[in-house]
């Protein structure tokens, strides 16, 4: 099946500096992709669409000028935590596209900011 | 938005049966999945339904309602594995045209001996 791969799984870094988590298609041409927070005992909550050649879309409250949002190829998205504080500290997951029959998710990524 | 409503927690015994419901808003619906989530991981895709009627799949089966806003996973002959957060995932046309997954809360299973 398709896969999706999701770098780093987990990453600490210190406040006020910026993290990179990449999400590459590896076997299929992802045109979206979309980018999940997840806390703690809670949902995965949708904070943005990116479109491959376009500006990604950012769910209501969630600021895209911290939270910056590449898709320059068909099979790579990027996420950048800019200026990270602890409460950046979260699981992020990205998936494909739901278009066909599954959405195919990345390994996710634990973030932890000190 | 949708509007996605599941228990919060739900304990079976082992080898039972048990039945996690899901409503949802309609708006704009085109279909529903069903994940499981093991704590910090990814969560794996268990089904899919886009038509009213049920779907099996081994041990798990799904059924959906298109006008009741309504599915429900099903998990038979319960192991202590199937211990997880099962979301449910309605997949929903946006403003722009394209599909979105909204998940819920989850419901966290707990299976017990």
């Known amino acids: 099946g398709a896969v999706v791969s999701q770098h780093p799984s987990r990453v600490i870094c210190k406040s006020g500096t910026s993290v990179k988590i990449e999400c590459r298609s590896l076997?299929?041409?992802?045109?979206?992709m979309f980018w999940y927070r997840q806390f703690p005992k809670q949902s995965l909550m949708l904070m943005a669409t990116?479109?491959?050649?376009?500006?990604?879309?950012?769910e209501q409250g969630v600021e895209k000028d911290k939270f910056l949002i590449n898709h320059a190829s068909l099979t790579l998205s990027t996420l950048t935590v800019t200026s990270a504080h602890p409460e950046d500290s979260s699981f992020y997951i990205c998936?494909?596209?739901?278009?066909?029959?599954?959405?195919?998710f990345g390994q996710g990524t634990r973030l932890t900011v000190v | 938005g949708q509007n996605i409503d599941q228990p919060t927690e739900m304990t079976a015994t082992e080898g039972a049966i048990v039945q996690i419901n899901c409503t949802y808003q309609?708006?704009?619906?085109?279909?529903l999945f069903w994940y499981q989530q093991h704590a910090g991981e990814a969560p794996t895709f268990l089904s899919y339904?886009?038509?009213?009627g049920l779907e099996e799949k081994g041990r798990f089966s799904s059924f959906l309602s298109r006008s009741k806003g309504y599915s429900y996973l099903l998990l038979k002959e319960l192991q202590m594995k199937d211990s997880a957060s099962y979301l449910c995932?309605?997949?929903?046309?946006?403003?722009?045209?394209?599909?979105?997954?909204?998940f819920g809360t989850g419901t966290q299973l707990k299976v017990e001996l």
């Open positions: 990116s479109n491959e050649g376009s500006k990604a879309t950012y």
């Open positions: 998936t494909s596209d739901s278009g066909a029959t599954e959405a195919f």
């Open positions: 076997d299929f041409q992802a045109t979206t």
């Open positions: 309609t708006s704009g619906f085109n279909g």
């Open positions: 339904n886009v038509l009213d």
């Open positions: 995932a309605p997949k929903w046309v946006s403003a722009g045209g394209g599909n979105k997954l909204t």
